[in-house]
């Protein structure tokens, strides 16, 4: 790649050198941005050095050149100063063009863990999330697995962290309960990532995480919290939304968590809906506020509107934070 952009910036100066006024050396600075998504650092210098040259022979050579002043020369030397910094500051040893397209691959790895699969007749699920930098890169995501068509597991988890710093934190926690969900009970499932967590020996591999397992042919469910906020229950008899008493330690966090789980039944009618704290935490209120705040917001929501679209409905009425937001609805007979 760099010997095809050399041929190109010799041919531009070709150009220069005979008609300037067609090629005039400003535009010699493609040469370089074109590297900047193409080349590795070192590569990148050699070119950006070849650009420089170029562009003063050819500057040199027109007949109508006048002496470069101070402001010349800083530009040119911040311009390339811009792109060789840009260039060093890429971690991965890649060029721009191949970060970006890893980073996506990574993103949509991600969201792909997340989702649900096909429901049977009379059972829907619906989600929607924000990420704290509005990139698609956040610390809360979701895995699902769907057993012999009968016994349905969501864990929704929320990572130490927010936006495109946890990424890959979060990438890799959801490849690890990837592989453990259906495998395993949901404590034994918690208390394996735990231990994953533990293992990672950084201040910040904690998380939060509820896991529900929900029987699609009697509607018989129990939620697993590991210091998630609780889940709410929506009773199409009451119509209204009911906090759930699961409660638990955190994971990556002390070595024997405590998991308090609670069991029920989803009748057609009712629904489980899961969140993560960015939904319901506001730095002048606590958390017991934030969930009064959701559970008005969302019943009054779905008694009006009903429960298609409720998830992306009440997550917009979250005011704007600084953490990843993300809104999990599972409701039986309200296709």
Same mark, same amino acid.
């Given at each position: ?5 050399? @041929? ?18 400003? #535009? ?25 040259? #170029? ?27 811009? @792109? ?131 029987? @699609? ?119």
């Amino acid at each position: 790649m760099l010997g095809l952009l050399l @041929v190109g910036l010799l041919l531009c100066f070709l150009v220069s050198w005979f008609e300037y006024d067609w090629l005039p050396s400003g #535009a010699f600075l493609l040469w370089p941005l074109a590297g900047l998504t193409l080349l590795r650092f070192r590569p990148l210098a050699v070119l950006t050095g070849a650009t420089a040259v #170029a562009a003063l022979l050819a500057y040199a050579h027109s007949s109508r050149s006048r002496e470069l002043g101070p402001g010349d020369i800083v530009v040119a030397a911040l311009a390339i100063a811009i @792109v060789l910094r840009q260039s060093s500051q890429q971690r991965s040893g890649l060029p721009v063009g191949l970060s970006e397209a890893m980073l996506a691959e990574l993103r949509d790895r991600l969201q792909s863990q997340g989702r649900i699969p096909a429901l049977p007749e009379g059972w829907c699920s619906q989600s929607a999330m924000i990420a704290a930098a509005g990139t698609g890169y956040a610390g809360d995501f979701l895995v699902a697995d769907l057993r012999d068509g009968n016994l349905l597991e969501l864990v929704l988890v929320d990572v130490c962290g927010k936006g495109t710093a946890v990424g890959p934190q979060s990438l890799q926690f959801a490849g690890a309960l990837g592989g453990l969900i259906g495998a395993l009970p949901p404590e034994p499932l918690l208390r394996a990532a735990n231990e994953f967590l533990l293992r990672q020996q950084t201040e910040e591999a904690f998380s939060t995480a509820v896991h529900v397992a929900v029987d @699609v042919r009697d509607g018989s469910y129990r939620v697993t919290s590991a210091g998630h906020p609780p889940a709410l229950r929506w009773s199409a008899a009451g119509e209204e939304w009911a906090v759930d008493n699961a409660r638990g330690t955190a994971l990556g966090v002390i070595d024997d968590p405590e998991f308090h789980a609670s069991t029920g039944v989803l009748a057609p009618g009712d629904a489980l809906m899961f969140y993560t704290d960015g939904v319901i935490e506001r730095r002048r209120s606590d958390i017991d506020a934030g969930i009064d705040w959701l559970r008005r917001v969302a019943q009054q929501d779905v008694r009006r509107r009903g429960f298609d679209g409720a998830a992306q409905r009440i997550l917009a009425k979250v005011d704007r934070g600084d953490d990843d937001r993300a809104i999990l609805i599972l409701s039986r007979g309200l296709c």
